[in-house]
């Protein structure tokens, strides 16, 4: 598709969503990291990816990245859990190295599963998410891989995005559904301690899901444990670090209406933002 490798880039840090849910890890990467410029490109006109195939995701995803790079961008993060199980792998290993040997594209899923296990103490960790997430066993698999005695056990949330993207995360409507979720997960796995909270646009719900969660279990919101990473993995990395641009700047871009996602950002940002339209 005519992509070209440029040895040395400069520009800002690219954040990926399938909509509106990275922005919550969008500002906890900003929070600590303000200095960076960010582009944040949300593709609303095809979410929610949560119910679509592999290779569905994995093609929409990889339009993306493409995307970002030929805005400039040397390093994306791919801020949607459903993304960086289906699709990161096959980016990583077979899109990357030809095409754009000296750019990164980063997940979610493997910083999650680095902090989590350092958070349980009966090492039974809960996973709440989109279908695709659950099904893809991206957790499972991570999790085990770097603390082998660990039990994982997942629960799918389908209802949880609708009702964030549709502005009922705060209304009663939205307990049940919460609730609901929360007692299956804890039913399968009594002895769980720890729950992930893995999918970028729970932590809207966040006030819902600690009222039905029992005290004593941890909730893993992301932004915090994906900022970190992002921090230690550009001190390890100089060259990619030297390669940002640090002008402090945001802009955002959707590929659906640009007024309907200003509106709804507001749910998840505390600042009036300016937004692109654009097609993939
Ligand atoms: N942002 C996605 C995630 O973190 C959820 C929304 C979707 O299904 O597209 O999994």
């Not at 569905?56 to 791919?78: D, E």
Request: glycine share 8%; charged share 20%.
């Amino acid at each position: 598709m005519g992509d070209i490798s440029v040895s040395q880039q400069y520009g800002p840090i690219g954040i990926f969503d399938s909509g509106l849910g990275g922005l919550t890890i969008l500002d906890g990467i900003r929070h600590r990291m303000p200095q960076y410029d960010f582009i944040y490109l949300g593709d609303n006109a095809r979410a929610p990816y949560g119910t679509r195939s592999f290779d569905v995701v994995y093609q929409f995803t990889l339009q993306a990245v493409r995307k970002l790079f030929s805005m400039g961008c040397p390093l994306i993060i791919l801020a949607c859990n459903t993304a960086s199980a289906k699709a990161l792998r096959s980016i990583q290993h077979n899109y990357l190295p030809q095409t754009f040997p000296d750019r990164r594209v980063l997940g979610v899923i493997r910083p999650t599963a680095e902090i989590v296990g350092t958070l349980t103490h009966t090492n039974h960790i809960g996973i709440l998410a989109t279908e695709g997430t659950i099904r893809s066993e991206s957790y499972n698999l991570e999790i085990q891989k770097l603390y082998p005695a660990t039990t994982v056990v997942g629960q799918a949330c389908p209802m949880w995005v609708p009702l964030v993207e549709n502005g009922e995360y705060d209304k009663p409507g939205a307990d049940y559904f919460v609730r609901d979720s929360i007692q299956k997960l804890l039913n399968a796995d009594p002895q769980i301690d720890t729950v992930i909270l893995g999918c970028t646009h729970y932590p809207l719900l966040l006030q819902k899901i600690r009222q039905y969660t029992p005290e004593g279990i941890t909730l893993v919101p992301q932004g915090k444990y994906i900022a970190e990473s992002l921090e230690d993995y550009l001190q390890r990395h100089r060259d990619m670090e030297q390669s940002l641009t640090k002008g402090g700047t945001c802009q955002y871009f959707t590929t659906e209406s640009s007024e309907k996602f200003r509106e709804s950002a507001s749910l998840f940002l505390h600042e009036s933002i300016k937004v692109a339209h654009i097609t993939l």
